[in-house]
C-alpha cells in the first residue's frame, strides 16, 4: 500500500461516514492534499451534491491536511475542528474533488511551535470544493492541535 492508500484506508477506518461518502485521498505534496468522492452516495433530494457532504468534505481536506504534515513532522497530536464556515456557490452536479493547502511557511511555522511549546495551536485552512471543474463551494476551518 502507498501513503495515499493507507491514509485512505484510515479514514475510512476512523471516520466511517467517508467510507460510506466514497472519499478517496488521491494526491498529497507536502503542502497541500486533494481529495475525491463520487457524486451518487452524496445526492440531495435535487440530484446534486448534498450541502452536509461538501461541509464534510472541507473539513476532511483540511484535517488530512494537517495529520498528514504533522506526522511527517513528528508531531503527536490530536486534531479537532473548532469552527468550520461554509460558501455554496452552485450546485454540484459531477463528481467532487477537494483541494486544500497551506503554503504559507511562516504560518506553518508559528503552528507547529505552539504545538511543541504551548501543546495547543490554532491555524486556519481553507479548502476549495470543485465538481466539473467549477468550484462549488469553499471551506474555511479553524483547526486545533492538542499534543498528545
Known amino acids: 500500500m502507498d501513503l495515499l492508500d493507507d491514509v485512505t484506508a484510515y479514514l475510512h477506518d476512523h471516520i466511517p461516514l467517508t467510507a460510506h461518502m466514497g ?3 488521491v494526491g498529497y505534496d507536502e503542502k497541500s492534499v486533494r481529495i475525491s ?5 452524496n445526492l440531495n433530494h435535487r440530484n446534486t451534491a448534498f450541502g452536509g457532504s461538501l461541509s464534510t468534505l472541507g473539513i476532511l481536506a483540511g484535517w ?11 508531531i503527536a497530536n490530536r486534531l479537532v475542528i473548532q469552527k468550520s ?3 455554496f456557490k452552485r ?3 459531477g463528481a467532487l474533488e477537494v483541494v486544500c493547502s497551506q503554503t504559507d511557511l511562516v504560518e506553518w511555522n508559528r503552528f507547529t511551535k505552539m504545538i511543541v511549546e504551548k501543546e495547543k495551536s490554532r491555524i486556519t485552512l481553507v479548502s476549495e470544493i470543485y465538481s466539473s471543474g467549477e468550484v462549488v463551494a469553499v471551506n474555511e476551518g479553524i483547526f486545533v492541535s492538542l499534543k498528545m
Open 85 to 87: 464556515e461554509m460558501d
Open 23 to 25: 472519499v478517496s485521498v
Open 37 to 41: 468522492a463520487p457524486l451518487e452516495p
Open 64 to 74: 488530512t491536511l494537517l495529520h498528514l504534515r504533522l506526522k511527517d513532522a513528528g
Open 91 to 93: 450546485p454540484a452536479m
